[in-house]
C-alpha cells in the first residue's frame, strides 16, 4: 500500500520542478518549520541528522501535519541531487511572498527596506536576504522582470532568511517605489559612479536603498524616483563591488547611522 499524499501537495503547486523543489541543510530546514510560514509539503530525515534536530523536525511535522519521512543518506542524496543534506531535506511549495499593501498599512511601516532591481544570480539573491535578515532590515522588495523569485538555491544561500524577514514581489518596481515615497520613505540608489558617498547620507530617516542587477545597475526609471544616489568608497582598480558584497556594506551603514544616534 502506498503512502497517501499529503493534503496540500494536491492543493499547491511546487517551488520549481520536482528537482528543484527540494531545500536541504538542518539549518535552512529547521529555521523554515521553526518560523511557521513556508509550509513543507513533505520532510525527509536520514541517519545523518543529530538526534536532537530529529527530534524537533518530527516535532515540528507533528504540529503543522506535515508528512515526515525517514529514509536513507543514499535516498536522500538521490532525491535532492546533493551530498550535502546534512540528514534534512523539504519538498516545497511556491513561495508566499507578502503583499506590498499589507506592509504599508501596518501601524508602524517597515523604515528600512532593500529594494532589489534585477537581481538574477539567485546565489546573491540569498546573500542579500540574509545579509538584511542579520542586520535587522525591515522589508526586502523585489520586481518579477529580470529578477530571480525565492527559488531552492535561494533558500539555501539565505540559510533559511527568506522567513525571517518580509519579502514583496510586485509587477510593476518603479510603480511600488513611488509608492514608498507617498509614505515618505526616502530611495536612494546605490551606484558605483555617484559622487557621494554613502556614509555622507543621511539613513536616519526612513530609507530604501536600491541596489541594482549584477550588470547594468539600477534601471533609469529607478534612478529617476530616488532622491540621493550613492556609492561606496573603493580604491581598486575594478570599479565595482559584487552586488551581494555592495548590499552588504549599505545595509550595514544604514544600521551603523541608526544605531549612532541612539
Known amino acids: 500500500m502506498t503512502d497517501p499524499i499529503p493534503a496540500r501537495k494536491l492543493t499547491q503547486r511546487l517551488l520549481g520542478n520536482h528537482n528543484r523543489s527540494w531545500i536541504w541543510g538542518r539549518h535552512t530546514v529547521l529555521v523554515t ?73 501596518q501601524s508602524v511601516i517597515p523604515s528600512s527596506w532593500l529594494v532589489l532591481d534585477s537581481i538574477q544570480d539567485s546565489f546573491n539573491f540569498g546573500a542579500m536576504v540574509r545579509t538584511a535578515v542579520e542586520l535587522g532590515l525591515e522589508a526586502v ?23 525571517c524577514v518580509p519579502i514583496a514581489r510586485v509587477s510593476d518596481l518603479p510603480a511600488a517605489v ?18 557621494q558617498l554613502v556614509q555622507d547620507c543621511d539613513l536616519t530617516v526612513p530609507t530604501a536603498v536600491i541596489v541594482g542587477n549584477e550588470g ?10 530616488c532622491e540621493s544616489h550613492v556609492r561606496i ?3 581598486g582598480h575594478l570599479g565595482s563591488l559584487n552586488a551581494a558584497v555592495a548590499a552588504a556594506i549599505f545595509s550595514y551603514e544604514l544600521v551603523r547611522q541608526r544605531r549612532s544616534t541612539v
Not at 507533528?62 to 536522500?76: G, K, N, P, W, Y
Not at 513611488?178 to 559622487?195: D, F, G, T, Y
Not at 547594468?216 to 524616483?225: E, F, N, P, Y
Open 216 to 225: 547594468r545597475g539600477v534601471s533609469a526609471d529607478l534612478r529617476a524616483l
Open 33 to 105: 518549520l521553526q518560523q511557521g510560514q513556508w509550509f513543507p509539503l513533505v520532510v525527509q530525515l536520514s541517519p545523518r541528522c543529530p538526534v536532537e534536530v530529529a527530534a524537533q523536525v518530527r516535532a515540528l511535522c507533528a504540529q503543522h501535519s506535515i508528512d515526515c519521512r525517514e529514509v536513507t543518506d543514499a535516498q536522500l542524496a538521490k532525491t535532492c541531487r546533493a551530498e550535502d543534506h546534512q540528514g534534512l531535506a523539504a519538498q516545497m511549495p511556491e513561495f508566499p511572498y507578502t503583499e506590498l499593501e499589507l506592509l504599508l498599512s
Open 178 to 195: 513611488q509608492r514608498l515615497q507617498q509614505r515618505q520613505i526616502q530611495i536612494v540608489a546605490a551606484s558605483e559612479k555617484a559622487k
Open 141 to 163: 522588495l523585489i520586481g518579477c522582470e529580470g529578477q530571480s523569485g525565492v527559488n531552492s538555491q535561494v533558500a539555501r544561500s539565505s540559510a533559511g532568511g527568506v522567513n
Open 233 to 235: 568608497p573603493t580604491t
